[in-house]
Nanobody
Framework: EVQLVESGGGLVQPGGSLRLSCAASGFHFSDYAMSWVRQAPGNGLEWVSSINWQGNNPYYAESLKGRFTISRDNAKNTLYLQINSLEFEDTAVYFC??????????????????WGQGTLLTVSS
């Protein structure tokens, strides 16, 4: 059974940094691209970032590029999202998700098949 378990969320002050993690199991992690998607309170889903199977080709939503860094450790079957200079608008449930293939589509947009349950990040002073 494919499982994705996010962790690392919590209450964080603006301007700080945080790293989210996603532990994957039940499939060959290194054969698939992975993504982060978020949903702010009252809003719809927003694609954040994707990364290819090897981890050498990251992609980001244009508005988030610069503060977000996606990475993966295939030996640990784990996906990461580093967020710097946290803003109030970053408050959201962050989901990791498994893509259908080795790499995202052109521009980094994913074709997501399996989602985790999400981890809540609240940015507040």
């Amino acid at each position: 059974e494919v499982q994705l378990v996010e962790s690392g969320g919590g209450l964080v002050q603006p301007g700080g940094s945080l790293r989210l993690s996603c532990a994957a199991s039940g499939f060959h992690f290194s054969d698939y691209a992975m993504s982060w998607v978020r949903q702010a309170p009252g809003n719809g889903l927003e694609w954040v970032s994707s990364i290819n199977w090897q981890g050498n080709n990251p992609y980001y939503a244009e508005s988030l590029k610069g503060r977000f860094t996606i990475s993966r450790d295939n030996a640990k079957n784990t996906l990461y999202l580093q967020i710097n200079s946290l803003e109030f608008e970053d408050t959201a449930v962050y989901f990791c998700a498994k893509d259908r293939s080795l790499s995202p589509l052109v521009g980094g947009y994913p074709e997501l098949e399996v989602w985790g349950q999400g981890t809540l990040l609240t940015v507040s002073s």
